[in-house]
């Protein structure tokens, strides 16, 4: 993450994430014990969480610090519960579905 703009990236990701799970910035608000307009000020720029906040808000999207930086995996919670899959499979089921992904990025 070179020369990379945290403050506007921590707004961005808040934002996306939320969007993706389908839920009012109000309501995470309130879920994640804050006032209820906390979330549109983090997205509007106007604050940034603590880090107790931003623990609080990894735990709300059910994600780690690591997967909320990792600006290259755009759902992280998908790409978490996928994972999860995987290491259930055999050998042969996971070389079946690389070779499907390949296929898929070709």
Do not use: H, W
Request: hydrophobic share 40%.
């Amino acid at each position: 993450m070179l020369n990379i703009d945290y403050e506007q990236f921590i707004k961005e990701r808040i934002s996306d994430l939320r969007v993706k799970a389908n839920v009012s910035a109000r309501d995470m608000s309130l879920s994640i014990g804050q006032s209820e307009n906390y979330i549109n000020m983090i997205e509007n720029g106007r604050a940034l969480p603590s880090m107790t906040v931003f623990l609080y808000i990894c735990d709300y999207f059910g994600i780690s610090p690591k997967e909320f930086f990792d600006e290259d995996n755009a759902n992280p919670k998908l790409i978490q519960e996928i994972n999860i899959e995987f290491k259930r499979l055999n050998n042969k089921q996971l070389e079946l579905i690389l070779e499907l992904l390949k296929n898929f990025n070709n």
